[in-house]
């Protein structure tokens, strides 16, 4: 089986998981879409994936800014309102009893195609709205073990031609790093920017320790992480000193840790990059400390919206 931040605990009742498309639910070995799709076609839409926790889908209005932020960038009119999807989103939970530790995806394209083309005058349809709720817990033994970065030559691209922001469908380059990553021994790549600084990783993003100071990167190349954000928050919020700035892999192999960050797995420790060693302890100090503020901010999160706040 293969080691990274998505692997998750078996869980049987995902066989019977009931999809939605499009207004319907339909069973999980019986969920199609039209090979006209624009997401099929060209890669042509955006996605989200949230978590639903003690029956909170949690920080789901930074998800939602974020959906809708993509879909303004690729001039996609998604066709609902925030409200109107929310309410999609909970059809879904509730027509398959679900209530915590649960993944929700989220994938909106342009809608169907009449021909094969990236032409979005040639759609015919409105947006296809597909969203995949599972029963996914993150294996405890990532969370312990740790994950091993290779260095990729795939870079992170430059705003004016694929942000590096946007979450679409569009995900090749991202598949390459892996790739290369994997056949060189490694869990997952970490990725650099045009500049040569280090950026993110294919999937999460990167955090290094140095000194009792946490850095990440300057933002302008790298995911737009929600919870990239809430471990920047939880810093401030601590007094724990952040830094949002370029550097180097100079840097990272000196690091006293690492660690990455994602909805599904949270922060997970990096134990190796390159093969080099980053720390022995995993997870180490800070990240263990960040990961309980993190884990706080969630049950905030869920006693605001159990209040009603």
């Not at 140095?210 to 190349?221: A, L, N």
């Not at 471990?231 to 952040?242: L, Q, R, S, W």
Request: negative net charge; hydrophobic residues 35%.
């Amino acid at each position: 089986m293969s080691h990274g931040t998505h692997n998750a605990v078996h869980d049987p009742r995902n066989d019977n998981i009931r999809i939605y498309i499009n207004g319907e639910l339909f069973p999980r070995d019986e969920a199609r879409i039209s090979v006209f799709d624009s997401g099929y076609l060209v890669g042509d839409g955006v996605w989200e994936a949230l978590r639903l926790h003690d029956g909170v889908l949690v920080f789901l209005d930074d998800h939602l800014d974020r959906l809708w932020q993509g879909a303004a960038a690729i001039g996609m009119d998604i066709g609902m309102t925030r409200e109107e999807l929310t309410q999609k989103i909970w059809q879904t939970l509730d027509a398959n009893e679900m209530h915590d530790h649960v993944h929700v995806r989220i994938m909106l394209t342009r809608g169907i195609k009449k021909t094969p083309s990236q032409d979005p005058r040639l759609t015919v349809s409105g947006p296809n709205l597909v969203i995949i709720p599972e029963y996914k817990k993150a294996s405890p033994e990532t969370a312990s073990k740790g994950i091993r970065l290779f260095t990729s030559t795939i870079r992170r691209g430059s705003p004016d031609y694929l942000d590096p922001r946007l979450n679409c469908h569009s995900k090749l380059h991202e598949v390459q790093a892996l790739i290369q990553a994997q056949e060189a021994g490694a869990d997952e790549a970490l990725m650099l920017d045009i500049h040569g600084f280090v950026s993110t990783c294919n999937a999460t993003n990167f955090f290094m320790v140095k000194h009792g100071e946490v850095w990440t990167s300057t933002g302008q190349y790298c995911m737009n992480g929600i919870t990239r954000g809430k471990v920047i928050e939880v810093c401030h919020e601590n007094g724990i000193p952040c830094l949002e700035r370029n550097f180097s892999l100079f840097d990272v192999y000196g690091a006293d840790e690492a660690f990455v960050t994602g909805s599904f797995g949270g922060l997970t420790p990096v134990t190796h990059v390159d093969g080099r060693t980053i720390s022995d302890t995993v997870p180490g100090e800070m990240t263990r400390r960040l990961r309980k503020l993190y884990k706080e901010s969630i049950a905030r999160e869920i006693q605001k919206s159990n209040a009603g706040g």
